[in-house]
């Protein structure tokens, strides 16, 4: 299954078939579908520093939302941001 934002949908068909005497039809189609709930998916990596430019000795520091972490972890624990975004900082 794939999600798209429903009311781009909306404007777009308003747009592409404007004049064609369609636009009823294809709404109607979007308005009889099933509705889920989702949220967007963010994403963050781990780094050795704060944005402020300050280095952390132990743990590391997410690039989502700044706060510190004891170790990496496939989500961020402060915001649930997926933390696939690898760049790894050996430089310790
Ligand atoms: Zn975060």
């Not at 068909?13 to 709404?27: H, K, P, R, S």
């Not at 520093?49 to 510190?68: A, E």
Request: proline residues 2%.
């Amino acid at each position: 299954m794939e999600l798209i934002d429903c009311a781009a949908v909306y404007e777009d068909i308003m747009y592409e078939m404007c004049g064609t005497g369609f636009q009823a039809n294809a709404l109607s189609v979007i308005n009889r579908q099933q509705e889920i709930e989702a949220v967007p998916v963010h994403y963050g990596q781990w780094t050795k520093q704060y944005r402020s430019g300050v280095l952390v000795s132990s743990g590391v520091v997410s690039s989502c939302c700044d706060m510190w972490n004891e170790r990496e972890t496939k989500y961020c624990p402060h915001c649930g941001a997926k933390m696939n975004l690898e760049e790894k900082d050996n430089g310790t």
